[in-house]
């Protein structure tokens, strides 16, 4: 399981820690906030102990207008659960009584660096959670982001994955990843396709080597994620294997229990596989609208018999 630690987060948000220094290496399991309401006032049923709690100015303020001895009951039945560290979005001020708590029970106490809005700041940590925790894995192949839809292009070492990659960068189209591919499953609908790092904007070509698409072909060559929607399948070319169907049977790959559609496209000399992705990726598109080419051309064939 992946885990995130709460010094990372520090790093990533600028948060000014103000208790806890010695306890930045804890592990955060759970890739959700809580915001604790209902916890103050006594229920605890569905108190979600492993996530990070985040308290707003509506928090603070309740918090400051309770007695100390309602005040220290309140945020005693919360800390007794250990939560992994409470991040404060309304400043620092008027926090003693909150940090004594998280010294007693050595739970780091985190504060933004200004005021913002609690909202839109739990917004931005949940998106930053689950693509950190989500569970990855990593194939070989490119992945690239055409017409704004994202495509895994998968086949063997050597059957041009690269060299069809660098073909569709030249008419527009976005490099996310080459040779290494991370497939990060954010829910059970969504894989995101992006790269491992050291792989970052580099396309790997044969004969010619390493290129950076970005110093090559400007800022516009590259992507940094995308959602997977089609995989593509470069295979050899068989002789008598491709049939002119008016529509291909669907196939589709599972990837961590999420099923991408599938196609394969035949390489052979003179063939125009970048054209090809092109086509797969509008027909795609055009599917989600709800239109179908071979649909619309058997209407016409019927419509003239009738």
């Known amino acids: 399981m992946k885990v995130l630690t709460i010094e990372q987060l520090v790093r990533k948000f600028s948060l000014k820690v103000l208790v806890g220094e010695d306890q930045l290496q804890n592990e955060i399991k759970q890739p959700r906030v809580h915001r604790p309401g209902l916890e103050f006032v006594g229920h605890f049923d569905f108190f979600p102990t492993e996530r990070i709690q985040i308290l707003g100015s509506k928090e603070i303020t309740y918090l400051h207008k309770l007695s100390h001895e309602e005040r220290k009951l309140r945020i005693g039945n919360i800390v007794q659960y250990h939560p992994p560290c409470f991040i404060v979005t309304a400043g620092e001020d008027g926090l003693t009584y909150l940090t004594q708590h998280c010294i007693d029970e050595n739970i780091p106490l985190l504060v933004t660096k200004e005021p913002v809005t609690t909202t839109d700041y739990i917004i931005k940590l949940d998106a930053y959670m689950v693509k950190e ?47 290494v591919v991370v497939l990060k499953k954010l829910s059970a609908q969504t894989l995101l396709g992006t790269h491992d790092e050291k792989t970052k904007e580099f396309l790997a070509l044969r004969s010619i080597g390493l290129l950076n698409v970005v110093r090559s072909y400007g800022q516009k060559a ?7 929607a089609l995989e593509i399948k470069l295979t050899k070319w068989e002789k008598d294997a491709l049939y002119n169907d008016l529509e291909q049977e669907p196939s589709f790959t599972d990837y961590m229990g999420i099923k991408i559609p599938s196609m394969e496209i035949q390489l052979q000399p003179g063939r125009d596989v970048a054209g090809l992705i092109e086509a797969a990726a509008n027909n795609w598109f055009l599917r989600q609208q709800g239109y179908s080419a071979a649909e619309d051309f058997l209407s016409r064939i019927e419509a003239e018999f009738t």
Do not use: W, Y
């Open 133 to 179: 925790l989500a569970p990855e894995l990593a194939v070989h192949g490119v992945c690239m982001n055409v017409f704004g839809i994202g495509i895994l292009i998968r086949g063997d070492s050597g059957v041009g994955k690269s060299e069809t990659a660098h073909t569709l960068i030249g008419r527009g189209h976005r490099l996310v990843a080459d040779d």
């Open 222 to 228: 590259f992507q940094n994620e995308t959602r997977i």
